[in-house]
């Protein structure tokens, strides 16, 4: 037995099943090469669904990472630190916004977010108590707290978890006359994925996320933009909504804000709208932790300076030009360095084969292959990985 099967008998065993994982265990990642336990050598088209989006152990952050080891890791908002202060300037600016609200995983980025948008309609919009409504949209994914899943509409996310949370309004992703209609005097927030990652990478139709942004202004209604997986360079751009010229009113900021090394989430937002929270209405042990805002600050600066957008946006073209004329290609949806492969066969077997050919993606839903390879990919390395997604679809 390899190295490799023997470590997946042991987490087989002793994990509970929530995930379906490719049947490889890694042991060690540099830029978009992974290795397994047993020293083989896979390129990496996933990226931690984007949370590896500056490559794996970017020597910048890894290197930030460690000097901040070195001075002090945790205190608590209790306490302000150095790197705290410097982290909330840095990245209101990079967002245009004045001021943000640090926490830990991108579900918590979510849960804030609503209880942002709640707080503020009561208190600023003047919903009457207890009557706030959210409006999402089908197909959404925004994370796994009992609340986020209350409004999935993907049985697997959402059957058996009841009573569920009130409040949200589910319309069809892409359907400005739907949202219309939905929204009402209670509603608080519209909250949007700019492009819906495990959907399927799908974007919407032009047009549709300024049409979002002029009703949300007309309506009086927060702007909620989840840039978790989206953001942050994925798209070719900084956030997926530049691609619109939309400024929402509120960004939800996660996955690569952490530099693929620890989870770092944010709200971003201006202060007529994240004012509304006072001492001890909100927190975080870990939120906005030294190390964090350490790698939060370096990730902030490489985002600055516009090389990981500009490549996503250069080979991301290029990469869905020649998934186009692949085998088996339905249609190719996204945009960057970001791709759902549609295939009109079953995308398990075409993942699993993949991984025999040394790439590593993985399959969301029945027949689509979301792509999203780091955002430091290089031209060969790409063209080494596209080779071989062209050879497991003329086998499948
Ligand atoms: C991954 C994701 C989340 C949840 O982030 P976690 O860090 O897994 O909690 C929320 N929204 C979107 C769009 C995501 O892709």
Partial sequence: MTVSAELRTLSDEHAAHTYHPLPVVIATAE???V????????LDMLSAYSAVNFGHRNPRLVARAKEQLDRVTLVSRAFDHDQFGPFAAELTALCRKDMMLPMNSGAEGVETAIKTARK??????????GQANVIVFAG???????????????????????????????????????????????????????????????????????????????????????????????AGTTFAADHEGVVPDVYILGKALGGGIMPVSAVVADQDVLGVFKPGQHGSTFGGNPLACAIGREVVTILKE??????SAELGAYMHERLAGFPGVSYVSGRGLWAGLHL???????????????????????????????????????????????RALAEH
Avoid at 350 to 368: F, N
């Fill in 306 to 311: 516009g090389t990981y957008q500009k490549n």
């Fill in 120 to 129: 503020w309609g009561y208190e600023v919009k003047g919903v009457p108590a």
């Fill in 140 to 234: 959404n994914f925004h994370g796994r707290t009992t609340t986020i899943i209350s409004f999935s509409d993907d049985p697997e996310a959402h059957e058996h978890y009841g009573p569920y949370t009130p409040g949200f309004r589910t319309v069809p992703y892409g359907d400005i006359d739907a949202l219309r209609a939905a929204v009402d005097g209670s509603t608080v927030a519209v909250l949007i994925e700019p492009i819906q990652g495990e959907a399927g990478v799908n974007v919407p139709p032009p047009g549709f996320l300024r049409a979002v942004r002029e009703l949300c202004t007309e309506a009086n209604v927060l702007m909620i933009d989840d840039e978790i997986q989206a953001g942050l360079g994925r």
């Fill in 35 to 42: 290795h397994d336990a047993d020293g083989r050598r896979f």
């Fill in 344 to 390: 009109d066969r079953k995308a398990r077997p075409v993942s699993e084969r993949l991984m025999e050919l040394g790439v590593l993606a993985k399959e969301t839903h029945e027949t689509t292959i979301r792509l999203a390879p780091p955002l430091s990919i290089t031209r060969e390395e790409l063209d080494w990985a596209l080779e071989r997604v062209e």
């Fill in 31 to 33: 830029g978009v090469w």
